[in-house]
């Protein structure tokens, strides 16, 4: 997952919107496992938030932060296999960012 989930802040800060929405509409679709959802909705949404604020640049921590906590939880095997499916979306989620900065979009 880790090289999956992109590290360039620009990228990752441009996605925030689009992953953050996805986490929290899976956080209302699932039951067992929704606070992992909303926990990551969080962590994106404070990010997001930050950048909308502070810019990407002063961003980095919250961005490090948001990605941080989706790793761990792909770290930890008795979440990921419940998760995974919502972490490949959001690695497919910055790939279209990343494709579309590299096209200037």
């Known amino acids: 997952m880790k090289n999956r989930l992109t590290d360039d802040h620009d990228i990752f800060a441009a996605a925030l919107p689009d992953m953050r929405a996805h986490f929290?509409?899976?956080a209302q679709s699932t039951s067992d496992y929704a606070f992992l959802h909303r926990a990551i909705a969080e962590d994106l949404r404070a990010a997001e938030t930050h950048v909308a604020n502070n810019g990407v640049?002063?961003?980095a921590n919250h961005i490090n932060n948001a990605r941080a906590s989706m790793l761990?939880?792909?770290d930890q095997?008795?979440?990921y296999g419940v998760i995974a499916v919502d972490?490949?979306?959001a690695a497919k989620i910055t790939n279209e960012y990343a494709k579309k900065q590299k096209l200037g979009m």
């Open 57 to 59: 640049e002063a961003s």
């Open 77 to 79: 095997p008795e979440f």
């Open 87 to 89: 972490l490949d979306v």
């Open 72 to 74: 761990a939880i792909a």
């Open 24 to 26: 929290e509409t899976a």
